[in-house]
């Protein structure tokens, strides 16, 4: 589960639980929102629905593949290595090579990193 969104100087509100809770939240950002925001206007309420669940479903997929790749030991090794790259069971075997934790698909779900100056 996300943390609340900072909007800024306003007290942060809890998140919307379910696709029609999310809709309905949308619908009352709707009704204030300057007449500039058309996007959220031209989504039906079934279309919001329909959208919400779809990213719910996607953040549970992110969820679960994180949980896959979890952080574990093996070998002795001091430093950690991705469970499900390295095939690791639970007596600390691997199967492939191990691979570095954080992993790739682990990389690739955070998204690039900003550089630092």
Do not use: F
Not at 13 to 32: D, I, L, S
Not at 73 to 81: H, K, L, M, V, W
Request: with cysteine.
């Amino acid at each position: 589960m996300t943390a609340p969104i900072d909007w800024g100087d306003e007290p942060p509100t809890p998140q919307p639980v379910g696709p029609h809770a999310w809709a309905e939240h949308y619908n009352k950002q709707r009704e204030q929102a300057p007449a500039g925001r058309k996007l959220l206007d031209q989504l039906s309420d079934r279309e919001l629905v329909a959208l919400y669940e779809r990213a719910e479903q996607a953040e549970a997929a992110i969820e679960r593949a994180r949980t896959l790749h979890r952080s574990t030991t093996a070998y002795g090794r001091p430093q950690p290595i991705c469970s499900e790259c390295s095939s690791a069971d639970e007596l600390g075997s691997t199967d492939n090579a191990p691979v570095d934790h954080p992993c790739r698909t682990l990389a690739a779900l955070d998204g690039p990193k900003e550089p630092t100056p």
